[in-house]
């Protein structure tokens, strides 16, 4: 009888386990628009107004001359800088489709907004 419910116990939690793995690819299939088909890289940065502009343009080059074409798109977030990072940061991001720019906060909301590019 003890091997009964030890075996039932046994089953009821693997039971479990397996529900919660469907659960949780169910739930990154529906609410995550990130699509396997490229990498994206994501920066977090603070107070790096002298390397910032150097460090993402090679990224950039890199992306633009076909040597890195799984590159999607660059998401940079500032973690409170107290220097002219996020400045720098802005400027790049509207001289480059392929850069994003978002506070720590934001930047799930980045990742999740991701849409393949058609």
Request: charged content about 30%.
């Amino acid at each position: 009888m003890l091997e009964f419910i030890v075996n039932g116990i046994f089953w009821i939690l693997a039971l479990y386990g397996l529900f919660e793995i469907i659960k949780n690819i169910i739930y990154i299939c529906t609410y995550t628009n990130l699509k396997s088909d490229g990498i994206y890289i994501i920066i977090a940065t603070k107070n790096q107004e002298n390397r910032i502009e150097g460090f993402l343009r090679t990224f950039l080059f890199r992306i633009m001359y076909g040597r890195e074409e799984e590159i999607k798109d660059i998401i940079v977030t500032d973690l409170d800088s107290t220097d002219e990072t996020m400045k720098i940061l802005n400027k790049l991001s509207k001289d480059c489709e392929n850069i994003k720019v978002a506070n720590w906060k934001d930047c799930k909301e980045i990742i999740d907004s991701i849409k393949e590019s058609q």
